[in-house]
Antibody
């Protein structure tokens, strides 16, 4: 199960940090990803973290604005996005990568981030 | 990395089949057998339907099947049912600076 934090409203230029709490004893076993979906639009891959060794990889479009971290004590993944604009208004999903790799088998419920002045 | 190209819409009557294409390049779909497909109902999170081109997770009906030829992958839904009406997205591993890329999405309508 992936339980994400609640909806956020931010002003342009601000930052947002979304959390994703995992359940079970396999926190360090699976790569975790962040995917977003703007209203009425498609899915966009943002980045990933290997909770075991904190290896990270980010989409080129978000380089310099995104930071993905993890807290092993609480089995929580975080995604922080800075310098927000109205184009960052979207539902942000925390997603688990499948054990066989390179696909997404469990999705969080999504967190709506609204950027508005 | 550009999004993979899918037709905006597809439709079929109950019991019929519909096939959705997903066209990429030799850097993504053509390079790896890591194509997956996701079903998304309105207001819900996506659900994995196919992974590694043609493998079905446990619980996904065998009415859903996947294939790939060159730079184009396809998802076929046979025996269409009302609940199959949803948006479908493909995804491919692409390596490089943006290692995962989604398709543009296809809205499937059951007539």
């Amino acid at each position: 199960q992936l339980m994400q934090s609640g909806a956020e409203v931010k002003k342009p230029g601000a930052s947002v940090k979304v959390s994703c709490k995992t359940s079970g004893d396999t926190f360090t076993t699976y790569y975790m990803h962040w995917v977003r979906q703007a209203p009425g639009q498609g899915l966009q891959w943002m980045g990933l973290i290997n909770p075991y060794d904190t290896t990270i990889d980010y989409a080129e479009n978000f380089q310099g604005r995104i930071t993905v971290t993890r807290d092993t004590s609480t089995r929580t993944i975080y995604m922080e996005l800075t310098s927000l604009t109205s184009e960052d208004t979207a539902v942000y999903y925390c997603v688990r990568e499948g054990a066989a790799l390179k696909y997404f088998d469990f999705w969080g419920q999504g967190t709506l981030v609204t950027v508005s002045s | 990395q550009s999004a993979l190209t899918q037709p905006p819409s597809a439709s079929g009557s109950p019991g019929q089949s519909v096939t959705i294409s997903c066209t990429g390049s030799s850097s993504d779909v053509g390079a790896y057998n890591y194509v997956s497909w996701y079903q998304q109902h309105p207001g819900k999170a996506p659900k994995l339907m196919i992974y590694e081109v043609n493998k079905r997770p446990s619980g996904v009906p065998d009415r859903f099947s996947g294939s790939k030829s060159g730079n184009t992958a396809s998802l076929t839904v046979s025996g269409l049912q009302a609940d199959d009406e949803a948006d479908y997205y493909c995804n491919s591993y692409a390596g490089g600076h943006t290692p995962y890329v989604f398709g543009t999405g296809t809205k499937v309508t059951v007539l």
